[in-house]
DNA sequence: CCTATCTTTGACCAATTGGTTAAACCATAT
DNA sequence: ATATGGTTTAACCAATTGGTCAAAGATAGG
């Protein structure tokens, strides 16, 4: 593979990435893609053979980007409350610099579930559950949290912070009523969700 | 108008919510929907003008479904726990009977937020802030809860239920590795929801 | 320089799609 | 019965879309 033929297969590539992400598998257009990568719309075949592959590509690695910063809360040195804390910091501030994609990856999970799942399982989240219960085993014991309440947890903090992007219209509409902007609702938010989830933590349930 | 086109259009209407929640506006089918109704294509249009029209229809009186459910933050005679356990176990109840609202709604509104905000904004969910405020801004007082923090926790509530049905896909694949099933967790989470919301309100921020 | 291989392009195609239209259908009132 | 009005249909259309193909350009080896 020639350099001027990786930097051809990138500018592809990105554009690809751009234009997904801005209109989803469905609306997106071949064409517009091509224009973004200022090239000939054959040449999209020519390096990826179909619309499908193309979107393969990029959904597979967007997708990798998204769970790959779940990183923190593998690591053994920390304590449950610095992980919340650390993800958050970490999650949301990639959200940032990557806003469209909360909503680009629902939508696309939810539009075709089977070939989604199958890449999802590749990247093997399933062991963020396994890493948990066997650091922190004991420590859920403690506090009165059950095996099953693991998963509603880590869904609850995903949650926390996916969601105020990926309902970014419903949550603009709110803020304008409370006086309020988007980018300090998120700098906030950093904070706020972590204090909000080690709280509901350290208590037992009632 | 005659009860029997009353009853076509109805029946129209209800093919295009179907065929729209399912695939999204761009990748509905003006032909899926007519087969589904039983009817001709050119009726589609006979009855509401344009693809856009008819989505327009659709869209509002969803999103006008989902945020009904709110109503039960906005009666004066219940506590503020009261509230968050009334509104989790109703509105994901809601959600069981349509799960593939919520991936539709937020797809939807980031395809065309401006649209979209006017929709939302006319069914006026900024006055659920300030009930809220109105009827417990002294116990928010109280609580160390700062104005701003409010739409934090109204955000966070509106996550913790509607984003385990947007991101199903994720989420079964999560449960698969604990051994437990969706409807499970479904069921489990009107409970546990409102727990964990309600212990991160009743202790002061760290 | 010439050939062989890879890259890039423009012209083209078949299929799909939202939408139109004129005619057929059907109920009802006169 | 038949004229009138709204309702439904089949046939059709223009535009768009993903994809193909043969030829032109570029690049490197001999």
């Known amino acids: 593979m020639t350099e001027i033929e990786k930097l051809t297969e990138e500018r592809i590539f990105d554009a690809a ?40 590509a990029v959904f597979e690695k967007v997708a990798a980007g998204m769970f790959s910063r779940f990183s923190p809360l593998l690591d053994p040195e920390l304590s449950l409350e610095e992980k919340i804390s650390f993800f958050f910091r970490e999650h949301i501030s990639f959200l ?73 219209g419903i949550v603009e509409t709110l803020l304008e009523k409370a006086g309020l902007n988007f980018k300090d609702f998120i700098e906030e938010r950093k904070t706020f969700a972590a204090g909000f989830v080690i709280r509901a933590f350290h208590n037992k349930p009632t």
Chains 1, 2 share one sequence.
Not at 38 to 53: A, P
Not at 98 to 127: A, C, V, W
Not at 144 to 161: C, D, E, K, N, R
């Open 17 to 56: 990435t751009e234009v997904f992400l801005e209109r989803g598998m469905d609306g997106a257009r071949m064409q517009e893609i091509a224009d973004q990568a200022g090239i000939n719309k054959s040449l999209l075949h020519y390096y990826f053979r179909s619309k499908d592959r193309l979107f393969d």
């Open 96 to 168: 940032e610099k990557n806003p469209r994609l909360p909503s680009f990856l629902l939508n696309e999970i939810n539009r075709n579930p089977k070939r989604m799942k199958e890449i999802i399982r590749r990247l093997d989240i399933g062991k963020i559950y396994d890493i948990l219960e066997q650091q922190h085993g004991e420590e859920f014991k403690q506090l009165g949290i059950t095996p099953s309440l693991v998963p509603q947890i880590m869904i609850s903090v995903g949650a926390m912070s996916v969601f105020p992007f990926a309902a970014r």
